[in-house]
Nanobody
Framework: QVQLVESGGGLVQPGGSLRLSCAAS????????MSWDRQAPGKEREFVAH????????IYADSAKGRFSISRDNAKNTVYLQMNSLKPEDTDVYYC?????????WGQGTRVTVSS
């Protein structure tokens, strides 16, 4: 079955950087659109970035443009989210998402806290 395991979250000071990783299994990774979403307590989950299947094209939410970068390593079945210039408002649980046969799957999430 589809499994997504995120890692790399933690506590970082404002202006700092983190790289999140998501190890995927149970599906053909190179054929799946991979994304990162995030969710704060009491709020809806929101889109952060896509890595479009096959083409590798990327799409970002306005809040992520210029600061975050999504990438994928199809040989390792892993998608990354490099986050730079982090702000306190980036504090959230970050989820990896895979769209497989028109169905979305999420991992368990990794918590990112931006605070001094």
């Amino acid at each position: 079955q589809v499994q997504l395991v995120e890692s790399g979250g933690g506590l970082v000071q404002p202006g700092g950087s983190l790289r999140l990783s998501c190890a995927a299994s149970g599906f053909t990774f190179s054929s799946a659109t991979m994304s990162w979403d995030r969710q704060a307590p009491g709020k809806e989950r929101e889109f952060v970035a896509h890595s479009i299947r096959i083409s590798g094209s990327t799409i970002y939410a306005d809040s992520a443009k210029g600061r975050f970068s999504i990438s994928r390593d199809n040989a390792k079945n892993t998608v990354y989210l490099q986050m730079n210039s982090l702000k306190p408002e980036d504090t959230d649980v970050y989820y990896c998402r895979a769209v497989v046969d028109y169905t979305s799957y999420w991992g368990q999430g990794t918590r990112v806290t931006v605070s001094s």
